[in-house]
């Protein structure tokens, strides 16, 4: 799936055939009592939160929820596009092709099963994970179908020559495409100049030389290797109890080999590989982007700090400072912003921006002017308030469904994150002040080591080359 992603894929239908009577009556009660208790403060923010081994050692969270007749289940494995080795592309293709079919079962039957019962199979990479995310009803019947149909999923993909042959062409013709876009090859540029040799620089679409080398074979050793027990984790939200989440996980987990776990990935490299990089891409427009690695998980004490600033400087869409300088006081962007990745080796702090052409040099000039000024100066008492009155008001919404809830454990998986990592939130970022802010600010926002990228018509220095990822 904050950090970058790969597009998500679905099988099964959208809209269940098989809902009874019985099941709609719950629905609608369901949301008739949302809208009747939406107002009242609840004692806790989030719901209770399960922890517990599966197999393989493997870290499984849920939550009860009552209110729909649906279960989210999202299995998490540590096998992202930093996990890709000497082939791009690997853990993207993987996932592609994990619903095309086992030795036992075709693509269309399983899609068949799925729809059926109701249920919905999706796949999605990271650099740091990969996850595949089933949603079901929670009526005995189209859960046990859905459960079963990606039991035998992850018990034995095929990955026929054929359907890794098909996917390989899609991802291809995906590439060139993304040669077309500044935006693209700007950010492909810049994680190539941040990372260096770290696997963050590995990009979730893959290289045109990665894919070429990628077939059946590698395909299911990427799997066999990295879609281990020891490498997964669980995170279930929906109407059932424990002990059935439990055997769920049991049977999920179970269907893969126990394995070994990933090794740790490198500390994110000091220096940049380059400084500054200009692409000469044919477009109507530039694209400008800059960033640095900055924050790994579990530095609370510098992530919190550098979230509000994320949010006050670019983060907060209309009222942020980028958009001030660019749009408002200048003209120059429609379209400015900075997001805050943060991954288990330094993920990136990152501006983005695109503009015309012929006010490119103008628009770099104000984004290091305003990077300088932030780094200069901080950020003043009002502004601090007022992006952690955001951040805190607009947290609640990324729990309010069981599908935002499942995604919230997911993250807790996939870094091994304490049960009560979420009604932390909110106590953290309140404290965040001044003197916190301006201690991150020295202490990972230097000017000097970020990078800069310059992707459009007419830039300078139009012989750079960027592989083709």
Known sequence: MTAAASPSRRLGASQPQALTRQVLTRIVAAAVA?????????????????????PGSAPVYFIAARQLPIVDIRLVFDAG??????????????????????????????????????????????????????????????????????????????FRDSDVD????????????????????????????????????????????????LDPERARAFYERHYVAANAGAAIVGDLEQEDAEAIVERLLGALETGEPAPDLPA?????????????????????????????????????????????????????????????DRGLSYSTSSRLNVLPASGPWLIQSTVRADRAEEALEVLQDEVQ??????????????????????????????????AQLAVLVAHGLPTDHLDQYIPRMEAVDGPAIREALADRLRPERMVTVIAGPDVDEPDHEVEAE
């Open 81 to 158: 596009s930093a996990r890709d080795g000497d082939t791009p592309g690997a853990a993207q293709l993987v996932t592609r092709a994990l619903d095309q079919g086992t030795e036992q079962t075709d693509a269309d039957t399983i899609a068949r099963r799925l729809e059926d019962a109701g249920a919905r199979l999706s796949t999605s990479v990271h650099r740091d994970r990969a996850e595949i995310h089933l949603r079901s009803l929670s009526e005995p019947q189209a859960l046990e179908e859905g459960v079963a149909t990606l039991e035998e999923i992850l018990a034995g993909p095929a």
């Open 34 to 54: 949302l809208l009747v208790v939406g107002s009242v403060k609840a004692e806790r923010l989030t719901p209770e939160i399960a922890n517990w081994t599966g």
């Open 268 to 328: 994110a490299p000091e220096e940049p590989a380059e400084r500054e990089i200009r692409l000469q891409i044919p477009s109507s427009q530039t694209a400008l982007v800059m960033g640095l690695p900055a924050v790994a998980r579990g530095e609370e004490a510098t992530e919190y700090p550098l979230r509000v600033v994320n949010q006050a400087f670019g983060g907060g869409g209309l009222v942020s400072r980028l958009h001030q300088a660019m749009r408002e």
């Open 166 to 213: 098909r996917i390989r062409g899609q991802m291809e013709q995906d590439l060139r495409a993304e040669r077309q876009s500044a935006s693209a090859m700007a950010q492909r540029a810049l994680y190539q100049a941040m990372y260096g040799n770290h696997p963050y620089a590995s990009p979730p679409s893959g290289t045109q030389e990665g894919l070429a080398a």
């Open 373 to 406: 000024r932030l780094v200069d100066e901080g950020l003043p008492d009002e502004e601090i308030e007022a992006a952690i009155r955001h951040l805190t008001g607009a947290f609640p919404l990324s729990l309010a469904s069981n599908n935002a809830l499942s």
